[in-house]
């Protein structure tokens, strides 16, 4: 069965730093990869998607992330946080052999001004 | 389209009552699941239906939870009794099907259930 590990719980950077959001996935084939945000009191909205192709994969709100099979890993980064980038960010696997979408417990993502 | 829309967002009941979530996914999916969000677990699939159908509900805690999809444009997750543990975000999400299974979730607002 696939799994997604989030290792960090809070991650608290300075606005207008960079950023980088850790995920490990654990599944046997090919997977797809998402990343969604969840501001408070929200719903989640998928910020960016991979399912094969180019590794590196742009997203909304200047997001991007980066699929390295090596590592088993798709990392979430931002050139430049700004304080509306405040949530909490789930990194999610899905297979091709089935549907469902499995989630990382997520990290919360605080700014400093 | 309006998204998918959950019903109520917010819940509050006693324990040992019963408790029925709803959701209308987005018109033309094929997929829909059912997650509960909690700080201890985070979120959590417990039950998604393709065309209606139930595919997987290994994720249901308990037979006190049951979860229907009479027909395409509704479903339902009941609990009952209702317990105090049972407090959670629960999140109805839906998605389309595509030849690759390319499948890409879209997620209601959420419906918080306090059980006291």
């Known amino acids: 069965a696939q799994s997604v590990t989030q290792p960090d719980i809070h991650i608290t950077v300075s606005e207008g730093a960079s950023l980088e959001l850790r995920c490990n996935y654990s599944?046997?084939?090919?997977?797809?990869l998402f990343w969604y945000v969840q501001s408070p009191g929200q719903g989640l909205q998928l910020l960016l998607k991979?399912?094969?192709?180019?590794?590196l994969v742009q997203g909304i709100k200047g997001f991007e992330a980066e699929f390295k099979r090596s590592q088993s890993s798709f990392n979430l980064r931002k050139p430049s946080v700004h304080w509306s980038d405040a949530a909490e960010y789930f990194c999610a696997v899905g297979t091709y052999r089935d549907d469902k979408i499995i989630f990382g417990k997520g990290t919360r993502l605080h700014i400093l001004p | 389209d309006a998204g998918v829309i959950q019903s109520p967002r917010h819940e509050v009941t006693e324990m040992g009552q019963e408790v029925t979530l709803r959701c209308k996914p987005i018109s033309g999916h094929d997929y829909l699941f059912w997650y509960r969000q909690t700080m201890m677990r985070g979120l959590e699939l417990l039950i998604y239906?393709?065309?209606?159908?139930?595919?997987?509900d290994s994720g249901m805690p308990e037979d006190r939870f049951s979860a229907k999809m009479p027909n395409a444009s509704f479903s339902t997750l009941k609990i009952q009794p209702s317990e105090p543990r049972d407090s959670a975000v629960y999140f109805c999400a839906s998605s389309p099907w595509t030849f690759r299974g390319e499948t890409e979730a879209f997620f209601g607002q959420g419906t918080r259930l306090t059980v006291v």
């Open positions: 991979y399912f094969s192709g180019d590794t």
């Open positions: 599944y046997g084939a090919t997977p797809y």
């Open positions: 239906f393709n065309n209606n159908v139930p595919i997987d």
